[in-house]
């Protein structure tokens, strides 16, 4: 049974969603969980388990088979493709496989989360100067990604989802290649995000993360959220 | 709007520079394919120039039973004169054909030695108009002229005109099938190109639409990347026919045995020029297009 823990204005409410690839198989069976906005929320279970498919149905790269989902008050269930790359600017999103374009350099790895947005050059230039500078990359703005380690490559992704202010940030495994001492630096990142007013939902399988920042955890196993809880700290 | 569109630009130069491997694929393969369907049409065109050289040299001749009167004659030609499909008219006599037939025998004329000098007919000789040269003009002709003259003779070649007539049919489906085929490989492999040189940037297809950029933003800057390709393409396919017009096709058709002495071939004018590089913009708009539509999707 899940007890609803969350009090306050929400950012992300689903009811009652299910997410089914083949008939016979979901991904995420009848989820129902509101999150607060400038809260921090883990998303845990084992391999398999559906967080990839719970985050990926907040940015509308998957639609839910069954239920309701909405982002900031606005139902994105039967959101049309046209208005998808608007719902994503309000979100940015952070992958364990970083997705950077190899081809190009820091500084524009991160400006282009703008551009896409259609932001002025000057305008560009600023923000991806503190986006980067947020992350303490400013000195490695023209060498690119496969010049820097995986550490610092997180962090450049995670600089070009700050770096549009999204109202939420999505996490999918961001620490699952990286040491712990790095992992831990990247988790300062999101809990400073988080502290100036962004929605964090860190999905992850690493249960000491959330004992040394804990927050809340919704925990899913074999598509279903069974547990929503609140850890205490080690 | 033109800082968009300046940036869509920029975009499309600086991806090209980023990639200069895929870039030069697409532009090297759009101009080979431009290349070879011009060439093809090159080549039909100046057989089909020939053959139109060829068929000015037809004839209608009507052999007179009788050889007209000094007054018959002139009401004659004037009366053929008249006819739409002729362009003009020669009288033969039976003196000037002999004469004819003593200088094609050439040195051995001397075979002629005491035939009579009217034993050939007079004739009349037609030159028609290049829409009459053919099967049914020629045969409106031959029922005009046996309403004014007695002649049991009416000669044009019958048997030449039906080859050359089935020659230029069978040229006419021959180059539209080979020509169809040729132009369905080159867009085959022109888009397939393209969309292993789009596959090769998936990654960054998909960022683009992560970071929330519309349909519109992640495709203009490619739909111009494949106009600027296929600008490039069209031109270099039009430096290599000229190449090959030059070098190879020109001095081949020449030596042909079947080539009319003297022959000017001819080359793409300006306004085919300029299709063939719109064929190529157009070509790398839509084939970037079209594998868009499968790799970008939000």
């Keep these: 049974m899940v007890y609803p823990i969350f009090s306050g204005s929400p950012m992300i409410q689903l009811y009652n969603v299910s997410k089914s690839y083949q008939k016979e198989n979901s991904a995420l069976k009848d989820i129902s969980v509101q999150i607060g906005k400038g809260e921090f929320v883990y998303v845990t279970g084992a391999s398999g388990a559906g967080k990839t498919t719970f985050l990926r149905l907040l940015y509308s790269a998957e639609r839910a088979t ?41 500084y524009e790895n991160v400006a282009f989360a703008l551009e896409a947005q259609g932001k002025k050059r000057y305008e560009v230039s600023k923000k991806v100067y503190k986006a980067l500078k947020e992350v303490g990359l400013e000195h490695r703005l023209q060498r690119t ?31 699952g290649n990286l040491d712990q001492e790095v992992a831990l630096e990247i988790m300062e990142l999101f809990r400073q995000a988080n502290a100036r007013g962004t929605t964090v939902l860190l999905a992850t399988h690493d249960h000491s993360l959330y004992h040394r920042f804990p927050r809340r955890v919704l925990t899913l196993e074999q598509g279903r959220l069974v547990k929503d809880h609140q850890p205490e700290t080690l | 709007m033109l800082d968009k569109f300046s940036y869509f630009i920029r975009r499309a130069l600086h991806n090209m520079r980023q990639w200069p491997f895929l870039c030069t694929a697409s532009v090297l393969t759009m101009a080979v394919a431009l290349a070879s369907v011009a060439t093809f049409f090159l080549v039909v065109m100046n057989i089909q120039l020939m053959a139109t050289k060829w068929s000015e040299d ?50 051995e004329s001397n075979l002629l030695d005491g035939v009579r000098e009217d034993i050939l007919p007079a004739s009349l000789e037609l030159s028609l108009r290049p829409e009459y040269r053919n099967r049914s003009g020629i045969e409106q002709v031959v029922k005009r002229l046996e309403t004014h003259v007695d002649s049991n003779d009416i000669h044009y070649g019958q048997d030449w005109l039906e080859r050359f007539e089935t020659f230029v049919a069978v040229l006419k489906i021959v180059s539209q099938a080979l020509g169809g085929f040729l132009l369905l490989a080159a867009l ?57 017009f030059n070098l190879f096709l020109s001095p081949v058709i020449q030596s042909f045995w079947l080539t009319p002495a003297g022959i000017e071939l001819i080359f793409l004018n300006f306004n085919q020029q300029l299709l063939l590089v719109t064929a190529g913009v157009m070509l790398g708009i839509f084939g970037s297009l079209s594998s868009l539509r499968k790799l970008v999707q939000i």
């Design chain 1, 145 to 175: 990604p496969l010049e820097l380690s995986g550490g610092e490559q997180q962090r450049i992704a995670i600089a070009r989802a700050l770096v549009v202010d999204p109202l939420i940030l999505l996490a999918d495994e961001p620490s």
């Design chain 1, 66 to 106: 069954r239920g309701q989902i909405l982002i900031d008050g606005q139902n994105i269930s039967r959101i049309s493709r046209l208005k998808i790359p608007y719902l994503r600017r309000k979100i940015g999103v952070v992958f364990q496989d970083y997705k950077l374009l190899n081809s190009r350099t820091v």
């Design chain 2, 188 to 244: 085959f492999i022109v888009s397939n190109t393209i969309k292993l040189t789009l596959f090769a940037r998936r990654d960054e297809l998909e960022i683009m639409t992560l970071v929330g950029a519309t349909l519109r933003f992640i495709k203009v800057p490619f739909l111009l990347e494949g106009a600027l390709q296929g600008l490039l393409g069209g031109v270099l396919a039009l430096a290599l026919l000229s190449a090959i």
């Design chain 2, 58 to 107: 037809l004839q209608v001749v009507a052999y007179l039973d009788r050889q007209p009167g000094t007054g018959q004659l002139g009401p004659l030609l004037d009366a053929v004169k008249q006819f739409p499909e002729v362009t003009a008219v020669k009288f033969v006599t039976k003196q000037e054909a002999m004469q004819r037939f003593r200088s094609r025998l050439g040195t």
